[in-house]
């Protein structure tokens, strides 16, 4: 017996590994093999000597980092990981970690602590790591074994990868790989849900029964992989159908004939252009996302809501209405197996807009109107226009699935780094990110990627040298006095981008727009077109 237990411990022992071998293991299991880091002193013993088969993808600065994985990640609908560097890369990545969130990107972040060995003395580049990332993770640890590591990376992949997704953290002390430590055991996770039975049903009668039912797509049909059968669900019900505010990505074809436009990110106004519907199906939004503060009633009074997300505590806040949490794709396949052809007329497509005036210096109109005349139907669009976003909206359909993304949160940085990570995500699909000047100054150093790694990504400028959306609300609030900081004269986007290795051109003129924009669409690989812009347009402020 002794024996046997002795052979038994023996192949116990053969079995354990390095915490970091383990680790790399694990992840290749997974399929993380792409790792996107800024690599500093306490991630050297993880990163030094990296096996083949994985890349590491640098950025210049942790917030690009974390916007080309969120891009990535976005893009493979697959957890994506990130390497920062203890505190200060932590600290850098904040902003674009709290984006991620809101975007609902599954991110597994791993950041060096200092030697565990000397902890307590608070030496320097330790931190308070776990603290630093809340509240913008789903889940936050520093294991408190070197053993524990793998399995908490594990746990970590697999809770960014539940619904609502979103990033988590793990801190690891510099000296935790080259522990003892077992390799994780294989596991799935399924996460897949469908929402109640008996209310989705109650749903499809309402539905039926409606005179003029409306659906809300948000950003939570295009994660889902429900685009096709939301249009399908729409088509059978003859259902208008409405882009929630702030939609950070589309979830419904813009060129479709049921397709009415974006929703006032407002109470009143919100309110006022579903009050013809007496029926509302919110798909994977909100109930709703405001900014301007203007009091009303959520919908109009004799309205009946009903909401379909993944988020609890989406479902907990919406006010009104009955909320359905679970799988957005699998609650619209339950709907359309329900549902009976709709007899109603199917409505004609709402009037194009009539093509702006090319005149100089450039209406901000006019450049996204030809934008979106010589967009390819594969295209990726990445936008971060905050002054031009209902412009943008009105001259660039999104036509395909994956085909646009924006940032939830509001903070500038995302456009230009996610377009990168989305570019690498689908390399045969050319990207195109629309983005202010002001906007572009948070995310340059992901241009420097863009060019090291031969993104397939065209950068359109709307360069107006200041921050115009601040200058606009200040006007429709009523606010007397100029507005000090929102001046950007002096920054050259085109001088920045090429000292970055990212070929850049201005133009100024409508006939120069338009050959530019051949040429960058036609180069498969990075260009920058720094288009100047009337510095007056757009005039009027969206909500």
């Known amino acids: 017996m002794q024996a046997r237990r002795g052979v038994a411990a023996q192949g ?6 390095t915490v970091r071998e383990a680790t790399f293991g694990l992840l290749r299991g997974l399929g993380m093999t792409t790792i996107f880091g800024n690599p500093g002193s306490t991630e050297l013993p993880f990163l030094a000597g990296l096996p083949e088969d994985f890349s590491y993808v640098l950025g210049l600065h942790e917030g690009a980092v974390v916007g080309m994985a969120d891009g990535y990640a976005q893009g493979t609908g697959r957890p994506a990981l990130v390497n920062l560097h203890t505190a200060p890369g932590l600290g850098n990545a904040s902003a674009a970690i709290m984006t991620a969130y809101l975007n609902r990107t599954p991110l597994v972040i791993v950041a060096g602590q200092q030697d565990r060995r000397h902890l307590a003395a608070e030496p320097f580049l330790a931190g308070h790591l776990t603290e630093m990332a809340r509240p913008y993770v789903k889940w936050s640890s520093q294991p408190v074994r070197a053993e524990d590591v793998p399995a908490a990376i594990a746990r970590a992949c697999h809770i960014a990868a539940q619904p609502p997704t979103g990033p988590v953290f793990v801190a690891v002390p510099q000296d935790d790989w080259g522990a003892t430590a077992a390799p994780p055991r294989p596991h799935r996770v399924v996460n897949r849900a469908c929402p109640d039975e008996r209310e989705l049903k109650r749903a499809a009668r309402l539905l039926e029964s409606g005179r003029s039912p409306a659906i809300v797509a948000g950003a939570g049909v295009d994660r889902s992989g429900a685009w096709e059968d939301t249009v399908r669900l729409a088509e059978r019900l003859r259902a208008a159908v409405w882009a929630d505010p702030f939609a950070s990505r589309a979830g419904f074809p813009q060129d479709h004939a049921l397709f009415r436009g974006h929703l006032s990110p407002a109470q009143a106004t919100l309110a006022e252009e579903l009050s013809g519907h007496d029926v509302v199906l919110v798909l994977g939004a ?3 996302k405001y900014y301007r503060y203007l009091p009303g009633p959520v919908v109009t009074e004799g309205t009946e809501l009903v909401h379909v997300t993944d988020d609890p505590e989406e479902a907990a806040r919406a006010p009104v209405g009955v909320s359905l949490v679970g799988d957005v794709a699998l609650a619209v396949r339950r709907l359309l197996e329900s549902v009976q052809r709709s007899e109603r007329p199917m409505p004609g497509p709402p009037p194009a807009p009539p093509a702006p005036r090319a005149a100089e210096p450039l209406p901000v ?12 139907e594969e295209a990726v669009v990445v936008e971060e ?15 395909s699935p994956g085909g646009f993304y924006s940032a939830a949160s509001g903070g500038l940085g995302f456009g230009v780094s996610a377009s990168v990570g989305l570019s690498m995500a689908e390399p045969e699909r050319p990207v195109v990110c629309v983005v202010g000047d002001g906007s572009l100054a948070y995310g340059l150093q992901a241009l420097w990627s863009a060019g090291r790694y031969g993104r397939r990504v065209v950068f359109v400028v709307l360069n107006n040298h200041q921050y115009r959306v601040l200058r606009l609300l200040a006007g429709r609030d009523g606010l007397e006095g100029e507005v000090p900081g ?6 050259d986007p085109e001088g920045a981008a090429r000292s970055l290795g990212c070929p850049a051109e201005t ?8 050959e530019a924009l051949g040429r960058a669409l036609a180069a498969g690989s990075p260009r920058l077109i720094n288009v100047l812009v009337d510095p007056e347009s757009p005039r009027e402020m969206w909500g």
């Open 12 to 17: 116990a022992e053969d079995r354990h590994t």
């Open 486 to 491: 929102t001046g950007l004269e002096g920054f």
């Open 365 to 376: 109109d006019y450049v996204l109107y030809t934008v979106g005349r010589m967009l390819p």
């Open 286 to 288: 909100p109930v709703f």
């Open 385 to 399: 226009t905050p002054s031009s976003k209902p412009l943008l909206h009105r001259y660039i359909r999104v036509r």
């Open 507 to 514: 133009v100024e003129a409508p006939e120069e727009l338009e």
